[in-house]
């Protein structure tokens, strides 16, 4: 069974970079069926979609943040990383790494149990 | 970028009861909807996908129906897990993938 994992710092300096890393079991990165992406929840509030990399290592990013944004594949690790750059409060949130697929299975289908990151100096 | 727009904001209902949540997609996004339920402190689960049909283990009291830019979750018999937060979101044509700000249903 697929299990996704968050890992990465609770606590970031404004101005600094957030990063995270998803761990994936049960199943393979590198998969041409599925993308990788991250999404966001701050505090009471609903989802955002942050970017997605799928298994070329093309990536899709919300305009929003496209400035601030990096997602990456460690295939030999099966992990998929974010980095967000020049946070500030409005960067904190629960951030979920999840998996989706591709045309008519384009829900996110399994998701990581998600990690709350707090930007506070 | 689609906007998707969730009514209501808050659906109360007595266990035993039919649950009808509506998405709205500011442009047609064909059949390319899906469906979470989230409950408090969890990551969101997903119920529907391609607009009706469900994901594995959900059970048959979850159905999904519409196309192009109305669509409808229906709770045929509320039970007392699926009190919850239920969100809609569009895979139609991304980047950006899109949710709706969600719909609470909670116990009347």
């Known amino acids: 069974q697929l299990q996704l994992q968050e890992s990465g710092p609770e606590l970031v300096k404004p101005s600094e970079t957030l990063s995270l890393t998803c761990t994936v079991s049960g199943g393979s990165i590198t998969s041409n069926s599925h993308y990788w992406g991250w999404i966001r929840q701050p505090p009471g509030k609903g989802l955002e979609w942050i970017g997605s990399?799928?298994?070329?290592?093309?990536?899709y990013y919300i305009p929003s943040l496209k400035s601030r944004v990096t997602i990456s594949l460690d295939t030999s690790k099966n992990q998929f990383s974010l980095k967000l750059s020049s946070v500030t409060a409005t960067d904190t949130a629960v951030y979920y790494c999840?998996?989706?697929?591709?045309?008519?299975?384009?829900?996110?289908?399994?998701w990581g149990l998600g990690t709350l990151v707090t930007v506070s100096s | 970028e689609i906007v998707m727009t969730q009514s209501p904001a808050t659906l109360s209902v007595s266990p035993g009861e039919r649950a009808t949540l509506s998405c709205r997609a500011s442009q047609s996004v064909s059949n390319n909807l899906a469906w979470y339920q989230q409950k408090p402190g969890q990551a969101p689960r997903l119920l529907i996908y391609?607009?009706?049909t469900r994901a594995t283990d959900i059970p048959v009291r979850f159905s999904g129906s519409g196309s192009g830019t109305e669509f409808t979750l229906t709770i045929s018999s509320l039970q007392s897990e699926d009190f919850a937060v239920y969100y809609c979101?569009?895979?139609?044509?991304?980047?950006?993938?899109?949710f709706g700000g969600g719909t609470k249903v909670e116990i009347e």
């Open positions: 990399i799928y298994y070329s290592g093309s990536t």
């Open positions: 999840a998996r989706h697929g591709r045309a008519i299975y384009g829900g996110f289908d399994s």
């Open positions: 391609g607009a009706s």
């Open positions: 979101q569009q895979y139609n044509d991304w980047p950006p993938l899109t």
